[in-house]
Nanobody, 124 residues
Framework: QVQLQESGPGLVKPSQTLSLTCTVS??????????LTWIRQPPGKGLQWIGY???????RYNPSFQSRSSISRDTSKNQFTLQLSSVTPEDTAVYYC????????????????WGQGTQVTVSS
């Protein structure tokens, strides 16, 4: 069974770059139909799909984040990373990594396919 675990700083200052890593176990990130996805949930708001990197290394992004987001991977470590630049307090959220099994833009997989989530607060 594929498991995912987020890691990264819990506090980021405004205008800085948020960087989160997701470590995947139980399956290779280069396996077919691995769409490694980042999702977030700001306080009091719904889920927001940020983007994904697929098994071939191709990426897709939510247009709302595209100009300042970047998803990459390290196949040797079976990890993928989210970088979100120029953060503001509105980027405060619980960030989740997840594994989807299709490449539909905006698709949020079932909860069982997510990591446990990590709280990121943007504050000076």
């Amino acid at each position: 069974q594929v498991q995912l675990q987020e890691s990264g700083p819990g506090l980021v200052k405004p205008s800085q770059t948020l960087s989160l890593t997701c470590t995947v176990s139980g399956g290779s990130i280069t396996s077919n139909n691995f769409y490694l996805t980042w999702i977030r949930q700001p306080p009091g708001k719904g889920l927001q799909w940020i983007g994904y990197i697929d098994y071939s290394g191709s990426t897709r992004y939510n247009p709302s984040f595209q100009s300042r987001s970047s998803i990459s991977r390290d196949t040797s470590k079976n990890q993928f990373t989210l970088q979100l630049s120029s953060v503001t307090p509105e980027d405060t959220a619980v960030y989740y990594c997840a594994r989807a099994d299709n490449g539909l833009v905006g698709f949020i997989p079932p909860r069982r396919a997510w990591g446990q989530g990590t709280q990121v607060t943007v504050s000076s």
